[in-house]
């Protein structure tokens, strides 16, 4: 006599339930990113902002986990923090917009006019710098930058000198540093505008500018936005570069560091870290209102 086996056991039936209700199976794929995001990211970013109410003891050098909003004050007291708070958001505008400058020509380039075979090789040669250390290319640009670098050896000359450290060498160097993260956001937007628009506006009579005006820029500016927003940020925040190039010249990455290293002043430097995450959230405020987020 033979047996028949019905199917059943636990696998099974939570395989048909998962079939059955496919928003479960994404619920199951989700869950360990949403929760890795929620415990790593945004707890962290709650233990930063609780952080920045407490104090530091003057005579013991503990913290002491009371409220207290002395840190925010002595923020909006102090000039020199304010001085540095503008100093910080005019380089990271300065940055993003010499990579705005470079990236669109050459994003533009690799989308609409380098055949399909060098365009491989360009996107190649645009993510190759990200392989090398961050610090193996600050360190380089201090070389160029420094009194017998490359940039004095080749404007001596001309009787001129290169800036030496401080904020210009800053800023080209962060510009270097994040310029790919610019060149693919509009890369990827150009690769969607048809061909067949940029010749029916020739074929209509339209020149260069008004061509790049009503029919190239619409589609690239929410890519433009989106680069924007990833060398913005990193400009903001960084620190190594400031120090290593920067010469005397403080941003909010390094006071933050002086106080959690040698100050010892978690609560004041958690309140300093505050305010690049306050600028970057009115700048994306900012941009949702212009609408390029919904077309990215």
């Known amino acids: ?27 199951g794929l989700l869950s360990v990113p949403l929760l890795w995001l929620v415990v790593a990211y945004l707890g ?43 100093r910080s958001v005019g380089v990271a505008v300065a940055v993003t917009v010499v990579d705005g400058v470079i990236a669109f020509p050459m994003a533009f380039y690799m989308a609409k006019v380098a055949s399909p ?28 930058f420094s009194g017998s670098g490359v940039l004095n050896w080749m404007l001596d000359p001309f009787g001129i000198h290169g800036p030496g450290y401080g904020l ?16 693919l956001p509009i890369y990827a937007g150009l690769e969607r505008l048809p061909n067949s628009l940029l010749d029916a506006s020739g ?17 690239a500016f929410p890519a433009v936005i989106a680069g924007s927003i990833f060398t913005f940020s ?18 909010i990455g390094n006071v933050v560091y002086d106080n959690v290293g040698a100050a010892n002043n978690l609560p ?18 900012a941009v949702r209102r212009t609408g390029a987020l919904d077309n990215l």
């Open 1 to 27: 006599m033979s047996t028949i086996t019905t199917p059943g056991g636990p696998v099974r039936r939570l395989a048909g339930l998962l079939h059955r209700r496919p928003y479960l199976r994404l619920a």
């Open 44 to 86: 962290s970013l709650a233990a930063l902002f609780a952080a920045a109410f407490w104090t530091t003891d003057d005579f013991t050098g503990e913290v002491v986990k009371q409220f207290s909003l002395g840190n925010f004050q002595e923020l909006w007291i102090q000039g020199v923090y304010r001085t540095i708070t503008l």
């Open 117 to 144: 075979r060098a365009q491989r090789w360009l996107v190649i040669a645009v993510l190759t710098p990200l392989w090398a250390s961050y610090l193996v290319k600050a360190y380089a640009w201090r070389i160029m």
């Open 168 to 183: 210009p060498a800053t800023i080209v160097t962060l510009a270097y540093l994040w310029l790919p993260y610019m060149i």
């Open 203 to 219: 074929d209509l009579g339209a020149r260069t500018f008004r061509t790049f005006r009503t029919v190239i820029w619409p589609v």
């Open 234 to 251: 990193l400009s903001l925040g960084d620190y190594i570069t400031v120090k290593i190039v920067g010469g005397k010249s403080q941003l």
């Open 268 to 285: 004041f430097a958690a309140a300093v870290a505050t305010v690049p995450v306050a600028v970057m959230v009115i700048y994306l405020v």
